[in-house]
C-alpha cells in the first residue's frame, strides 16, 4: 500500500475554484497502476465519490458534479489533481483521495486500498 | 445510479455479542464472468478515514481481525462483527465498484450497549 497525503488551502470563497493535491509515496504512479479517486464527507454525512483518474485514460467523474470537476496527474511529482470550480457552502467537507489498482473488469474500479488522511475545505466568504 | 441501502442506521450491542450489518444493493453488483462481488465495506472512526475491511465481499483485508465477517452476494451483504470489542466502536460503510457512478450505503454506527 502506499501513503497519500491531501493539500491545499482549507478555505475557498463562495464561486471560486477548489484546488487540493494528493501526493503518493512509497510507490510510483508511473510505473505502477494506481487509480485516484476522490471522495467528499460533509460533517456528520456519508461518503460521496467525485471522480477517478489515472495517468493513461480519460478521467471518471459523478455526473452530479461533472461539469464542474477536473482531475488530472502531474507524474513528476507523483501526484493527483482536483479541481472544483464555482463552488458553494454545499461543497464544505473533508476532500479524500484513496488509491485503487483498477482490479476490476478491464481495469474498472476496484476496492480502495489506500486513503489518505482527508484535508477539510470550507467554503464561506 | 446503483442504490447501497445499509440497515440499521444504528446499533448497540454488548461487549461479546455479534453484531450484523446489511447491505442491500439496487441491482446485482456480481460480475458473472469472475463470480466476483464488486463489494467493499469500510470502518470509519472518528477523526480517521475509512479503513477497508473486505473487498470481492468476502475478501479480508490484510490485518482485519477474523472476528468480522463479510458475506452475500447478488443484491445482499453482511458484515458481521462475531464478538464486539471496544475498538471496533465505529461507523460501517458497503461501498460498491461495479458502476460509475461508485456510491456508497448511508452508513452504520456500532455502539456498545
Known amino acids: 500500500q502506499v501513503q497519500l497525503q491531501e493539500s491545499g488551502p482549507g478555505l475557498v470563497k463562495p464561486s471560486q475554484t477548489l484546488s487540493l493535491t494528493c501526493t503518493v509515496s512509497?510507490?510510483?504512479?508511473?510505473?505502477?497502476?494506481?487509480?485516484c479517486n476522490w471522495v467528499r464527507q460533509a460533517a456528520g454525512k456519508g461518503l460521496e465519490w467525485i471522480g477517478r483518474?489515472?495517468?493513461?485514460?480519460?478521467?471518471d467523474y459523478n455526473p452530479s458534479l461533472q461539469s464542474r470537476v477536473i482531475m488530472s496527474v502531474d507524474t513528476s511529482k507523483n501526484q493527483f489533481s482536483l479541481k472544483l470550480s464555482s463552488v458553494t457552502a454545499a461543497d464544505t467537507a473533508v476532500y479524500y483521495c484513496?488509491?485503487?489498482?483498477?482490479?476490476?473488469?478491464?481495469?474498472?474500479?476496484?476496492?480502495?486500498?489506500?486513503w489518505g488522511q482527508g484535508t477539510l475545505v470550507t467554503v464561506s466568504s | 445510479d446503483i442504490v447501497m441501502t445499509q440497515s440499521p442506521d444504528s446499533l448497540a450491542v454488548s461487549l461479546g455479542e455479534r453484531a450484523t450489518i446489511n447491505c442491500k444493493s439496487s441491482?446485482?453488483?456480481?460480475?458473472?464472468?469472475?463470480?466476483?462481488?464488486?463489494l467493499a465495506w469500510y470502518q470509519q472512526k472518528p477523526g480517521q478515514p475509512p479503513k477497508l475491511l473486505f473487498y470481492?465481499?468476502?475478501t479480508r483485508a490484510s490485518g482485519v481481525p477474523d472476528r468480522f465477517s463479510g458475506s452475500g452476494s447478488g443484491t445482499d451483504f453482511t458484515l458481521t462483527i462475531s464478538s464486539l470489542q471496544a475498538e471496533d466502536v465505529a461507523v460501517y460503510y458497503c461501498?460498491?465498484?461495479?458502476?460509475?457512478?461508485?456510491?456508497f450505503g448511508g452508513g452504520t454506527k456500532v455502539e456498545i450497549k
Open positions: 461501498h460498491q465498484y461495479y458502476y460509475t457512478p461508485l456510491t
Open positions: 483518474v489515472y495517468t493513461r485514460g480519460s478521467p
Open positions: 470481492w465481499a468476502s
Open positions: 512509497g510507490g510510483s504512479i508511473s510505473s505502477d497502476t494506481y487509480y
Open positions: 484513496a488509491t485503487d489498482r483498477g482490479y476490476g473488469a478491464g481495469g474498472g474500479p476496484a476496492h480502495f486500498d489506500s
Open positions: 441491482q446485482s453488483i456480481l460480475y458473472r464472468s469472475t463470480n466476483k462481488n464488486y
